[in-house]
């Protein structure tokens, strides 16, 4: 599950809103000796900002392991029908248009493929020959990308199929590859720079600690921290902490946590119904008229405007 949160805080814009997602179709499917497909569908009731994503995990050789490599993708358009008697394919087709139960939603799809099979794939390639994603690096690395649009066509094939059994397996598999092929081909063509951005992010236990003050940030929007604390909470250098932070959300850290801080001010002001008063002693001000400049200056609109509206 923290895999799916990681791709679904790259792809919604407002991450405070990711509690409005609903889980209404989870797949797993082996194929062995190949590859593991996992697909997560969530709907939503209001509109949210959704971008489409995907990323590429790789993870060196290692111990006498073979290479691992891992796509993720995060797709919105699709429709879910709550409609037993209308097929998701269909409505998908968009071949029911009078259907009036059809629900945004969202795709998270996951292609593992199997250690052995990447060094299956890497057989009989001569050391001049371009490798897969740069095969031959000791080091491991996470890599965003926009989806292609022939990387959507195999996914939503991929999502919307008949095949059972064996026969899946085998168009599961086939597909899997069409996207590595595609994602290979984005990857290839940047920058190693830009590839691996902060070049200690390659570093899944640096990764781990940003994404730690993150979890830390969000647990008390109501208590500021200092960077040099939240640093000091995840065993990080402060530096580091703030540019690889920025690296990995496309944000400060301040401007990370006035956002989400706002955004709970919001949440408690317009849909819980709190005074002004109440809302800034819970957010940690001290004085209203601060958290009132603060509040425009994310919303554009004051509190007592917001609670008019």
Do not use: W
């Amino acid at each position: 599950m923290k895999d799916i949160q990681e791709i679904l805080s790259l792809a919604i814009r407002q991450p405070a809103m990711n509690d409005q997602l609903q889980l209404v179709g989870n797949e797993a499917v082996a194929v062995p000796d190949c590859l593991d497909f996992g697909l997560q569908r969530f709907t939503y009731d209001r509109p949210l900002p959704v971008d489409d994503v995907a990323m590429v995990v790789y993870q060196p050789a290692k111990r006498g392991q073979s290479a691992a490599v891992e796509l993720r993708y995060c797709v919105a358009g699709n429709k879910y029908c709550q409609n037993p008697g209308c097929t998701d394919q269909a409505c998908a087709g968009g071949s029911k248009e009078s259907c009036n139960q059809k629900q945004p939603s969202i795709d998270v799809i996951t292609v593992r493929f199997q250690p052995a099979f990447i060094q299956s794939l890497q057989k009989g390639a001569t050391t001049s020959s371009s490798t897969l994603f740069d095969m031959q690096s000791r080091k491991p690395f996470v890599k965003t990308i926009q989806p292609s649009t022939k990387s959507k066509q195999v996914l939503e094939q991929m999502v919307h199929h008949n095949y059972e059994g064996t026969l899946k397996n085998i168009f599961l598999q086939s597909k899997a590859l069409e996207l590595l092929l595609f994602s290979s081909d984005q990857f290839v063509q940047n920058d190693t720079d830009e590839r691996f951005g902060c070049r200690f992010l390659t570093h899944l236990e640096d990764r781990q600690k940003i994404e730690n003050a993150k979890g830390i940030l969000l647990e008390q929007l109501d208590a500021p921290i200092t960077i040099r604390d939240l640093a000091r909470r995840v065993a990080m250098n402060e530096c580091y902490l703030k540019k690889g932070f920025k690296a990995m959300y496309g944000t400060t850290i301040y401007d990370y946590f006035q956002k989400e801080r706002m955004e709970k001010a919001k949440s408690l002001l317009y849909e819980k119904g709190m005074s002004v008063s109440e809302v800034a002693i819970l957010m940690g001000y001290s004085c209203i008229s601060h958290f009132s400049t603060a509040f425009k200056k994310h919303t554009g609109l004051k509190p007592c405007e917001l609670l008019l509206r």
